[in-house]
Every structure is written in C-alpha cells, then in structure tokens.
C-alpha cells in the first residue's frame, strides 16, 4: 500500500512564496499529481511529475525525488485566490487510480 | 469546464436506502474512477470502469457497486446506506493512453445520510 503525509495547513501573506511538502511511501510507482481543490468543487489538475526534477507552470512549480519519496509544490506570488486545499495524489498502476493525501489547506491573508 | 458531468449534485437520504450517482465521462475518454471524499479528508477511491468492466476496487464494501455503459458513461450504487456514507462523490474520467493532464473530475454529488 501506500501512505501519504503532507502538512494539514498553511498560512502565507499575498505576495510571497508557499511550499507544500508530501512525502510517500510506495511499492509501485506512476507519477505523483497535485490538484488544487476550492471548498465544494472538484479537484483541478495543477502538475504531474514522472521522473525526478522540477516542472515549472507559470506561478506553479512541482518537484519530485523518487529516492526520497518526496514532491514538493511551490505556489508563488500568492494570490488571495490560491486559498484551497492542495492534494499529494500518487498513481501506482492503471491511469485514475489515485491514492490522495488528506491535503493542505493553504490560507492567504492579505 | 472539464466536461465530465455528475447527477444529482445534492441529495439527502435516510439510512438503510439505496441510491444511485451518475457520471457521464469526458468524450473520447473510456476509464471512469469513482472516489468518496469525507469533510476534510482527501479523497479515497472506490473503484474505476475501463470498457464496462471494474478495473481494480479501493477498500470499500460489497454494497458500493458500480457500472459502466457502452457510451463509457457510468453509476455508482450504494446500498444500505450507513450515516458515515456520508460525502462528496466525485468521478473522474480518464482516456486509456494517458498523459499528465488528461484525468478531469467531475463537480461531484454531495450525500447526506440521516
């Protein structure tokens, strides 16, 4: 199985820099995903990370070290906007088979 | 946008009653997972539908069944429904050949059980 641990919440000003951190524990691996998700929405796809490295996106970036189950993503220039929750969600095998973290509330202050 | 459309968005049950979620996937898109997402949990999967058939199963007991139709759309069945069934449902559809952006969730359907 697997498990997953990211930080239950987060408080940033406008403006600055945000790094949410997941680490993991697995037996398989197909990519690790982080989605956005706003209060009563559904999950929004932000970043997909297959091999080690950084993938940047505008003011979203993610990282990933498979030797240290570890992914980190890093939300600049907040904005009052980014205030959502923020899930670590591993695939192992068939494409859509997720196991989610519990997520990281991310709350921007003015 | 994502294109992938849930029924009913809200609904409310009374325990021990069955119910029924819809899910019509994205065109083009033939893989189908459902996931149960409590209050301040992320979200836990129940099963995915891959050309009518499941195609794996979360921790989740024989009264959480589901189906998939030849349009690739699909139902999720719960029966006997418990309180702590309870939750947001979300579906998310996906194609067969996969890249990192091509899983899209639906806006889910809200459950209450009392």
């Known amino acids: 199985g697997q498990n997953i641990d990211q930080p239950t919440e987060m408080t940033a000003t406008e403006g600055a820099i945000v790094q949410i951190n997941c680490t993991y524990q697995?037996?398989?691996?197909?990519?690790l995903f982080w989605y956005q998700q706003h209060a009563g929405e559904a999950p929004t796809f932000l970043s997909y990370?297959?091999?080690?490295g950084l993938e940047e996106k505008g003011r979203f970036s993610s990282f990933l070290s498979r030797s240290k189950g570890y992914s980190y993503l890093l939300l600049k220039e907040l904005q009052m906007k980014d205030s959502a929750s923020y899930l670590c969600?591993?695939?192992?095998?068939?494409?859509?088979?997720?196991?989610f973290g519990a997520g990281t509330q991310v709350v921007v202050t003015p | 946008e994502t294109g992938v459309t849930q029924s009913p968005t809200h609904l409310i049950k009374t325990r021990g009653q069955q119910v029924t979620l819809r899910c019509s996937s994205q065109s083009g898109h033939n893989t189908v997972s459902w996931y149960q997402q409590a209050l301040g949990q992320g979200p836990q999967f129940i099963f995915q539908y891959y050309r009518e058939e499941e195609n794996g199963r979360g921790n989740f007991p024989p009264r959480f069944s589901g189906l998939q139709f030849p349009n690739y759309s699909s139902e999720l069945n719960v029966n006997a429904l418990e309180l702590d069934d309870s939750a947001l449902y979300l579906c998310?559809?996906?194609?067969?050949?996969?890249?990192?952006?091509?899983?899209?969730f639906g806006e889910g359907s809200w459950l209450t059980v009392v």
């Open positions: 998310a559809s996906s194609p067969s050949a996969h890249s990192g952006n091509t899983i899209y």
């Open positions: 969600a591993l695939t192992t095998d068939s494409w859509g088979k997720f196991q």
């Open positions: 697995t037996s398989g691996f197909n990519g």
């Open positions: 990370n297959v091999l080690d």
